[in-house]
């Protein structure tokens, strides 16, 4: 089993993706706002030498959504289909990270 971890910048596909998801029977996420440290040090008072990067930053987006699931190893590449599918290639900027973590002890989940 790995956590499959997803932060998607385009949250307007949460829901597709969601829908996407649901009809490949992939289930179990756990979802959270949440908001890069670069957008949020851009907001800060004292910016500093971040406002030189203010224009790698999408200003237009305040949060994004971070997605927790448990998925078995074997179905990690139907997942990232998925994911691309619907928000497009994770290549290119501002679209999302995706990666996963290995569980080594696991209780109250439903294989």
């Known amino acids: 089993m790995k956590l499959l971890v997803f932060v998607l910048n385009k949250v307007e596909c949460l829901e597709k993706l969601l829908k996407e998801f649901a009809s490949k029977n992939i289930s179990g996420a756990t979802i959270i706002s949440s908001t890069g440290m670069m957008h949020e040090l851009m907001n ?31 179905k990690i590449p139907e997942v990232y289909a998925a994911i691309e599918h619907i ?22 989940f439903k294989h």
């Open 87 to 108: 928000v497009g290639s994770l290549d290119i900027p501002d679209t999302g990270i995706v990666f996963t973590l290995p569980i080594d002890d696991l209780k109250g």
């Open 44 to 74: 800060s008072e004292d910016i500093g030498i971040i406002g030189s990067f203010r224009h790698f930053i999408n200003s237009q987006r305040k949060e994004n959504k971070t997605l927790f699931m448990v998925v078995k190893k074997e």
